[in-house]
């Protein structure tokens, strides 16, 4: 399967200040990426989708200007949380889909470990 | 709109007894149905998807499109299978996103 990191997999920051979290596919080129927030003791709740050479899509109710993400090469995302506020205090993770066509189209997502930010 | 409905936020079950996990869903087109399981301390994984209709760690899940469910079942469970577990729905087409369900945190005790 395929390989995803994070980085980093904690922060703890001020309240005002901007979080970048990078997400890379280690192993396969990635024109699509999610990004995904998990509250505690919650599910994962799809937040966009990272596009490389276009915009991302944002779910509704995700602020696109507070949530700033970028693709920036077919092996790298990033979701910059800017101005981040207690609220914002989460657990946040990518995933790379992997559409193998072989033997029959299989739709699989590949995680990362996580990003847990704490705003303080 | 697509949705993913696990009814039961925690189930324990003893070493050796068989386990259901319960997963409703509502999607208007021919969905793709998924378990992920997230163990302690580790990344969410794939457990298995209803099209390859596959066996893994002798759990199995089948699709009822009649009752619109996904139930994931073992007739034996073992104290590793204790994780949280979600079922997923992925709509047709190309987007690919996944819709989770709340998740049910499944305890085998000894």
């Known amino acids: 399967g395929a390989v995803v990191s994070q980085h980093p997999s904690w922060v703890i920051c001020k309240s005002g200040t901007s979080v970048k979290i990078e997400c890379r596919s280690l192993d396969f080129q990635a024109t699509t990426m999610f990004w995904y927030r998990q509250f505690p003791k919650q599910s994962l709740m799809l937040m966009a989708t990272s596009n490389e050479g276009s915009k991302a899509t944002y779910e509704q109710g995700v602020e696109k200007d507070k949530f700033l993400i970028n693709h920036a090469s077919l092996t790298l995302s990033t979701l910059t949380v800017t101005s981040a506020h207690p609220e914002d205090s989460s657990f946040y993770i990518c995933?790379?889909?992997?559409?193998?066509?072989?033997?029959?189209?299989?739709?699989?997502?590949?995680f990362g470990p996580g990003t847990r930010l704490t705003v303080l | 709109a697509q949705r993913v409905t696990q009814p039961e936020k925690l189930l324990s079950v003893f070493k050796g007894a068989p386990v259901e996990l319960k997963c409703n869903y509502s999607y208007s087109g021919s969905p793709e149905l998924f378990w992920y399981v997230q163990y302690s301390r580790q990344r969410l994984q794939l457990l298995l998807r209803h099209i390859s209709r596959e066996s893994i760690k002798g759990f199995t899940a089948d699709l009822n499109k009649g009752e619109t469910s996904f139930h994931l079942k073992k007739p034996f469970a073992q104290e590793e299978d204790s994780a949280m577990y979600y079922c997923a729905l992925s709509g047709s087409g190309s987007a690919r996103q996944l819709t989770f369900g709340s998740g049910t945190q499944l305890t085998v005790l000894p």
């Open positions: 995933s790379v889909p992997l559409l193998r066509l072989a033997g029959g189209p299989i739709n699989e997502q590949f």
